[in-house]
């Protein structure tokens, strides 16, 4: 998958976590913040050359 498509899913699994978090379905935004958070540190590391630590 090219880098433009994994910023543009992981920048549409945010916002679905705003709007869920706006709309009081925490428990559902709460994953999806993470699943956001853990796609972005990935993209970023594999950038980086650093495919095996997360940080």
Known sequence: MNDLYKDILT??????GLLGFISGEFIIS?????TAAIASNVNV???????????
């Open 45 to 55: 590391n594999s950038r980086r050359g650093k495919t095996g630590s997360i940080a």
């Open 11 to 16: 920048g549409l699994v945010f916002m679905v």
């Open 30 to 34: 709460s994953a999806l913040f993470a």
